[in-house]
């Protein structure tokens, strides 16, 4: 997250950390090779853009499990010079080949799509998504972008305890698959934290990528090799799917929350789930509540459940769902008629979305696996951009030799026929990635995201709540602890009070010992 030098301190000492603060930019990842590599771009005279792409591409080598070259991509930036704001949606779509048909001769009595292998793949958009930016705002080319990406994947990089934890639990999936296995299950395992990993064939991709640029991963010999290998393991793809990819420039959502203009994009994702929660609690005096308090987290988790229920029948392809309706959505006027199905003392029985005859059988989110990453320049320029491959090595499925892991993205397609988010071929599914930027009188005070599938639009209302109507700091509104409402129940960390847990069992919230699932910022 990345904060304009305009923001005030906060006057509630909650965080452990001091708040970062610099005068002529920021880099801001989830791993510090990472946003190292990005701050040196900007001392070298790069911008916000340069720096997000090298960034988001050495985070493609380091941190493996959560993102790669076979995810997508989305970003939001607000240029410095115009104050003009640019989105991106840089995700990928659904093979031709792909239907209901055809998942149902493959799959008999079915009843969701696969989580895993080559039935759960979409087309890879994050490489379409660095050279779209760096094409269009950026100052730097593809190739010195993706320098320290190369470097650290042929001459390897230390892995750290988080990352080597998940890297352990994922070793079932990697195992599935030869080609996986041989490549990031060196001497048969997952690397311990500590140890070093290498991966030669990705740095020969990106050498490829560097000297060819993007093109060939669509419409080259990187597209041919990637379709090819997954044509033959018996998948929808074919080369077609690849040449036929483009990446959207789309204009964002935009709500009002105390005063100030919250930046959310528009479907295939959860962002007006965002924008809804926050319409829900607009109203209501937070402040006196008090943060984290019983009544306060009750009044969120039941914001979120009817703000899931909308998601869950609308959210889809944009070619997918009617614009008014979201638009709708997202308006105050539409808060305002379900604000009064929120009980005070109670959790509602059952919640509803808009119309209740909407579609059934929402596709299984998750928790999902993400990097998000933001960064500011001298020049006024601010980027949030968030990239993943959605599960943790997203499909197990490695393309040949290429040292890419693809995402699963597809198995977040309904497969209700009536579902805006059905398996269609060409179409692209709902998707949990969401960056945000908030405004204060047209200009950026805040770029930031939050990881973790379906908990991102939750976090995301949590930490602007925190940030804009609880009066922390930046630093306060990214630590303080989280509510998460999750399938029926709710998470809360333990920072949460015994008092607040005590109050919200009182109000009839089958409460879970669920650990992790919070979301980074």
Not at 441 to 469: S, T, Y
Request: aromatic share 6%.
């Amino acid at each position: 997250m990345v904060i304009s030098p305009g923001d005030r301190p906060g006057t509630n000492p909650r965080a452990t950390r001091s708040v970062v603060m610099a005068k002529n930019g920021m880099v801001v990842t989830s791993q510090p090779l990472a946003s190292t590599v990005g701050l040196q771009v900007l001392i070298e005279g790069g911008n916000a853009v340069d720096a997000s792409v090298t960034a988001a591409a050495t985070l493609s080598v380091v941190e493996p499990t959560m993102t790669g070259l076979g995810g997508d991509l989305f970003a939001l930036l607000c240029s410095g010079r115009t104050d003009s704001i640019h989105a991106l949606n840089a995700s990928g779509r659904a093979p031709f080949g792909a239907s209901l048909e055809a998942l149902e001769n493959r799959f008999p009595k079915h009843n969701s799509m696969p989580h895993t292998g080559i039935h759960s793949i979409s087309v890879p958009g994050a490489v379409d998504g660095w050279a779209q930016l760096l094409k269009r705002h950026g100052t730097i080319s593809l190739s010195r972008a993706l320098a320290p990406a190369i470097k650290y994947a042929r001459n390897g990089f230390v892995v750290t305890e988080i990352i080597a934890n998940q890297w352990g639990a994922s070793e079932p999936l990697l195992r599935r698959d030869p080609n996986a296995a041989s490549t990031f299950l060196p001497n048969g395992r997952a690397p311990k934290a500590g140890e070093t990993f290498c991966n030669p064939k990705l740095a020969t991709t990106l050498e490829r990528l560097s000297s060819d640029g993007a093109e060939t991963f669509y419409r080259g010999e990187l597209a041919h090799e990637i379709s090819k290998d997954l044509s033959r393991r018996g998948s929808w793809f074919s080369e077609k799917d690849f040449t036929s990819h483009r990446s959207d420039w789309v204009t964002p959502l935009r709500a009002m929350f105390r005063g100030r203009e919250i930046l959310e994009l528009p479907p295939n994702t959860q962002g007006p789930t965002a924008i809804e929660i926050l319409n829900l609690l607009d109203e209501y005096d937070l402040e006196a509540l008090g943060h984290n308090s019983p009544s306060y987290l009750h009044l969120f988790i039941e914001a979120v459940r009817i703000a899931f229920a909308d998601r869950e029948a609308y959210v889809a392809d944009s070619t997918a769902v009617d614009p008014n309706v979201i638009k709708y959505l997202c308006s105050k006027r539409y808060a305002d008629s379900r604000r009064n199905e929120i009980e005070p003392t109670r959790t509602a029985s059952h919640v509803a979305a808009w119309r209740k005859d909407g579609p059934l059988s929402p596709p299984r989110i998750g928790s999902g696996d993400t990097v998000c990453l933001s960064a500011a320049d001298s020049n006024g320029n601010i980027v949030s951009l968030i990239q993943s491959l959605f599960g943790a090595f997203g499909s197990g499925v490695m393309a040949g030799d290429t040292g890419i892991v693809l995402q699963n993205r597809a198995s977040l397609f309904s497969v209700e026929p009536r579902h805006p988010n059905c398996l269609a071929p060409g179409k692209r599914s709902f998707h949990t990635l969401i960056p945000a930027i908030v405004l204060e009188r047209n200009k950026p005070l805040l770029a930031f995201g939050v990881m973790g599938g379906d908990m991102q639009a939750q976090g995301h209302a949590q930490v602007i709540a925190n940030f804009l109507a609880f009066n922390m700091n930046i630093q306060e509104a990214g630590e303080a602890a989280r509510a998460r409402w999750t399938g029926g129940r709710v998470a809360v960390e333990s920072g949460i009070s015994s008092e607040a847990r005590a109050g919200l069992s009182l109000r009839r919230h089958q409460l879970t010992n669920e650990i992790g699932g919070f979301g980074g910022f």
